[in-house]
């Protein structure tokens, strides 16, 4: 049976554990790179707390053969 309807954008759900309260967090809001980790900063509903959830991103070894990707900032 075909899949009914299609989605234009992606679907994000992550769920996290507020560190004071212990208290499990759902975000549709995706990490953004930053500085080589990925990071994505939250607020706990049930008790306020302001943290940020890190994704460590496994070291690459690409492009082993061609061109290397350009650098996102410029700092000249």
Known sequence: MPQKGE???D??????RCPECGF???SRSDYIYS???SIKDLECDRCHHSFQAKKEIPPSFAP???DPQ???????
Do not use: A, F, Q, R
Request: net charge negative.
């Open 70 to 76: 350009p650098v996102e900032m410029d700092w000249k």
């Open 35 to 37: 500085s080589g980790e």
């Open 7 to 9: 989605h234009t954008w």
């Open 64 to 66: 082993l053969m061609g």
């Open 24 to 26: 499990i967090i759902e």
């Open 11 to 16: 679907l994000i759900i992550h769920y996290h």
